[in-house]
């Protein structure tokens, strides 16, 4: 496989590349490169062991792949808190809100089912530097003193924990979504559950597809990457507008009421404007790579909004958001980063704010979505 940890952690085909021994050691070896870095709060834990919050997309693969994962984490002497089937940018939020000192996210995102992957994330829900990801390579297979008896993690499951990230996501938008109809595709992944419910609770009506996930079809013919059932509801239902996650819910698509995509530079478009009417668009500026579209960058201009490019890749807009002290930013794929609300991208949180937007203006998405030619 190469280096191992790619720009969005370890990736493979399950039981082929990432194998239940490689996902062990890999928790074995992140537990010592965190700790040793002194990225553990030790008073959290019991008897003062660390904390680790673990969450997974649906996968099949998923649930060998999480028992390593608690395996490796527990022996190593970090206690885990097992919170089943969640999006990562859930995972995340929950890292920090319950003050664990790391996390870490099975899923491979918008790929097919047999491929799954392994993200680390460090105390307050961000991504491993690179330096640190080196670190645990290096560490792979060296030897460790284990510990024992009373001394060992212990692990527990922290399924309710799904409402408190529902509960955050509506804390983050004023007004409600009443009389707006939507269709979620949720890609049979992570967002099955929670999504639909977040939407509900801010008072849409909501329709979905996608949400019946048997651990083998994730983003088969569904989700962001596959719009095409999604627009074909939307128009047959007559429905406001339609969304679409993927397979990890860190990212989202819509599709207006006559069927049209609105892809990531649209969305970011339609907040960034919002935003900076209401005076909340840090410094007037977004951040986006350099594969955004010409008309993303001449409606930011025409607005008076300054825009920043990176490379591919939502990490370098988080690097650039980070160094600057910007709030809004993302990819045209549908990766949106609202810093203000949350560490990495959030397709449901993305979906709330656009939504918001729409109830709010009491305009459709595709003339809110046509401030970008």
């Not at 491929?115 to 460090?122: P, Y």
């Not at 060296?142 to 409402?163: L, S």
């Not at 004023?174 to 707006?180: A, E, V």
């Not at 909501?206 to 949400?211: A, D, F, H, N």
Request: glycine share 14%; hydrophobic share 45%; charged share 20%.
């Amino acid at each position: 496989m190469g280096r191992l940890f790619g720009t969005d952690g370890v990736r493979g085909v399950a039981g082929r590349d990432l194998t239940a021994e490689l996902a062990m050691d890999l928790s074995v070896a992140a537990a010592h490169a965190l700790g040793d870095a002194g990225a553990f709060n030790a008073s959290v834990g019991r008897r003062g062991r660390p904390v680790a919050v673990v969450g997974r997309d649906p996968r099949a693969s998923g649930e060998f792949l999480e028992a390593a994962v608690v395996a490796g984490l527990a022996s190593s002497g970090v206690d885990v808190l097992r919170l089943g089937v969640l999006p990562t940018p859930a995972v995340a939020y929950l890292t920090t809100a319950l003050g664990a000192d790391m996390g870490v996210m099975i899923s491979a995102s918008h790929n097919p089912a047999p491929d799954n992957g392994i993200k680390f994330l460090t105390r307050g829900g961000y991504k491993l530097p690179d330096a640190v990801e080196n670190e645990i390579e290096e560490r792979l297979g060296a030897k460790w003193d284990r510990p024992v008896g009373a001394d060992v993690g212990r692990v527990r499951e922290a399924y309710g924990e799904a409402d408190r990230y529902v509960s955050h996501l509506l804390s983050t938008v004023s007004g409600r979504l009443d009389g707006l109809n939507i269709v979620l595709d949720c890609a049979h992944g992570a967002a099955h559950v929670v999504a639909p419910e977040a939407l509900r609770r801010a008072g849409a009506t909501v329709e979905t597809i996608g949400t019946r996930p048997d651990g083998l079809n994730i983003n088969a013919g569904c989700g962001s990457t596959h719009l095409d059932k999604l627009q074909q509801v939307v128009v047959s239902r007559g429905a406001d507008l339609g969304i679409a996650y993927d397979g990890d819910a860190d990212r989202c698509l819509a599709v207006s009421h006559t069927g049209e995509v609105v892809d990531g530079d649209q969305i970011m478009a339609v907040l960034a404007t919002s935003m900076h009417a209401e005076g909340k668009l840090v410094g007037d500026t977004v951040v986006a790579t350099v594969m955004s579209n010409l008309g993303f960058k001449i409606a930011m201009r025409n607005a008076g909004i300054d825009v920043i490019e990176t490379a591919v890749g939502d990490r370098y807009v988080l690097e650039a958001m980070r160094a600057g002290g910007y709030n809004l930013g993302g990819e045209q794929s549908g990766h949106v980063l609202l810093l203000d609300h949350a560490t990495t991208g959030d397709g449901l949180l993305t979906s709330l704010h656009l939504l918001s937007v729409v109830a709010r203006t009491g305009k459709p998405l595709a003339e809110l979505a046509s401030v970008m030619t």
